[in-house]
C-alpha cells in the first residue's frame, strides 16, 4: 500500500519541475473533501430466501495535490474509507468484518504535446469491497475484499484542426481478492487497447471507424478452473447534433476466441471457441437550451467477457434511460432505468443459459453551499435467471450521503 502511494506521488513529482508550477490567483494546490454515506441494503447477499438485511456506514476523507504548469496538469490523490457494518456476511467459513479499512489513491495527468496532440493517462489503486456495476448493470466483483490497478493511456492528434483527428487508447487491469474461495475463479488480468479515427463532413455529420481489442485472463492458472476471452471489434459509426439534440449510432462485428482451462482436471484446455457476431449501439441526448434538464438513452448489444462462473464470454444486450432535471442551482433530480441481459452459450460441460437485470433508481441532491452537498438515492434491482447460471432475486437500496469540500 505505502509503496504502491509513493510510486504515484513519485511520478507526478517527477514529471513536474516547482519552477514550471503555476497556480491561479487565490488557487492552492491541496484540496480537501470528506463524505459520509450512509446506506441500507434488504437483501444483502442477493438471494431469493433467507434475505438478509445490512446498515452500512462510509466515512472517506479524501486529499488531492494539483500541479499546473504550461503543458501539463496532474492530479494526484488519497481518499482512505472508514465502514462500519451493523450485519458483516458470513458464507462457508468467511465472514466479513464489522470494522474495516479501504483505500483508493491514484493519478491523472493531461500532457498538451503540441497544439495539435495531447496526451492523456491516469493510474487508480483501490483497495475495497464496495460493489460496482459496470457497462449497464454488468457486476464487477463479489462482496469480498480485494485490489484492483487500472490503467489508462490515450494520445489524441488533430490531423485537421476541428475535422478530423485520430485517438489512440491503451488500458491494463489487475483484479486480486484476498480470499482464496474468490480468487480461484474471479482473479482478473487483462489488456487492451484500440485506434478511433473521426471526420467531420461539410453537412455537419461526424463519420467515425474504430478497432478496439480487449484480452482477459479470470481465475489464478493453477486453479481447477481457470478462463481467458480476447475480443476484436471492427465498426463504422455516424453522429450528429440537432439543436439540443445529439444522436450517435454504430455498428460493426465482434469477432471472439475463448477458451476454459481446468489444470486440476484435465491438465489442460477443457473447452475453446471461435464466434463473429454483431455488434453496436445508439445514444441519444437532448438538453434543454438553459442545460437545466437533460435526457439521455444508451442501448447497445456486444460480445463482452463473462461475469458468470464458468463461461469465458457473453453477448451482452443494453438498455439505459436517464432524466436530470435541475429546479435550481440547489436542488438537482435524476431517474435512471437499465435493463441487461447476458446470454451463455452452450460448452461441452456446462449448458447455456441467460440471466438479465431490470433496475430503476431515483437521486435528489440538495447543495446547501459551495463546499456542502447532501445527496439521497433509492435503488431497485429485479435478477432473473436460469437456475444453471445464478440465483434470481430482488433488492431495495437507500442511501443518504453529504459531502465537505474544504
Not at 480537501?32 to 437483501?43: H, K, L, P, R, W
Not at 474504430?210 to 481465475?219: E, K, P, Q
Request: glycine share 8%; proline share 2%; net charge negative.
Amino acid at each position: 500500500m505505502l509503496k504502491r502511494l509513493m510510486m504515484i506521488c513519485g511520478l507526478c513529482l517527477f514529471v513536474i519541475l516547482p519552477r514550471d508550477i503555476v497556480y491561479a490567483e487565490g488557487e492552492r494546490p491541496w484540496a480537501f473533501s470528506i463524505g459520509a454515506v450512509e446506506s441500507f441494503d434488504d437483501n444483502r447477499d442477493g438471494v431469493s430466501a433467507n434475505k438478509k438485511s445490512i446498515l452500512e456506514t462510509r466515512i472517506n476523507p479524501r486529499a488531492d495535490f494539483k500541479l499546473y504548469r504550461d503543458q501539463a496538469d496532474i492530479d494526484c490523490y488519497y481518499s482512505p474509507q472508514f465502514l462500519y457494518r451493523n450485519n458483516p456476511r458470513e458464507e462457508a467459513g468467511w465472514r466479513q468484518k464489522g470494522t474495516d479499512l479501504y483505500h483508493d489513491l491514484g493519478a491523472a495527468i493531461a500532457y498538451r504535446w503540441s497544439e495539435r496532440m495531447t496526451i492523456n493517462a491516469a493510474e487508480a489503486f483501490n483497495l475495497s469491497d464496495i460493489p460496482a456495476d459496470m457497462d449497464t448493470s454488468r457486476t464487477f466483483h463479489e462482496f469480498v475484499t480485494y485490489w484492483v490497478n487500472r490503467v489508462n493511456l490515450a494520445a489524441t492528434y488533430e490531423i485537421l484542426p476541428k475535422r478530423a483527428a485520430v485517438v489512440i487508447r491503451g488500458n491494463n487491469l489487475v483484479k486480486k481478492y484476498r480470499d482464496d474461495l474468490y480468487a480461484e475463479t474471479g482473479d482478473e488480468k487483462s489488456f487492451g487497447g484500440g485506434v478511433t479515427a473521426r471526420y467531420v463532413l461539410k453537412s455537419g455529420w461526424t463519420v467515425v471507424g474504430d478497432v478496439v481489442y480487449s484480452s482477459t485472463d479470470l481465475g489464478e492458472p493453477t486453479a481447477s478452473l481457470s478462463r481467458s476471452a480476447d475480443v476484436l471489434s471492427v465498426g463504422a459509426a455516424v453522429e450528429r447534433v440537432f439543436g439540443l439534440w445529439s444522436t450517435r449510432l454504430r455498428l460493426g462485428i465482434d469477432k471472439s476466441s475463448s477458451d476454459i482451462s481446468g489444470n486440476a482436471v484435465t491438465g489442460g484446455t477443457m473447452w475453446s471457441e471461435n464466434e463473429t457476431k454483431p455488434g453496436g449501439d445508439i445514444e441519444i441526448a437532448y438538453s434543454t437550451e438553459s442545460g437545466m434538464t437533460r435526457v439521455g438513452l444508451v442501448s447497445g448489444y456486444h460480445t463482452l467477457r463473462s461475469d458468470i462462473v464458468p463461461f469465458a464470454t457473453q453477448q451482452r444486450k443494453s438498455f439505459e434511460l436517464s432524466v436530470n432535471h435541475s429546479y435550481s442551482e440547489r436542488i438537482q433530480l435524476g431517474l435512471r432505468g437499465v435493463y441487461g441481459q447476458g446470454e451463455y452459450d452452450n460448452t461441452s460441460f456446462a449448458a447455456g443459459g441467460s440471466d438479465a437485470v431490470a433496475a430503476i433508481g431515483a437521486t435528489m441532491t440538495y447543495v446547501w453551499s459551495r463546499n456542502l452537498s447532501v445527496e439521497t438515492s433509492y435503488r431497485f434491482e429485479d435478477w432473473k435467471a436460469d437456475e444453471n447460471i445464478r440465483e434470481s432475486y430482488r433488492r431495495n437500496i437507500l442511501q443518504l450521503a453529504m459531502k465537505a469540500q474544504f
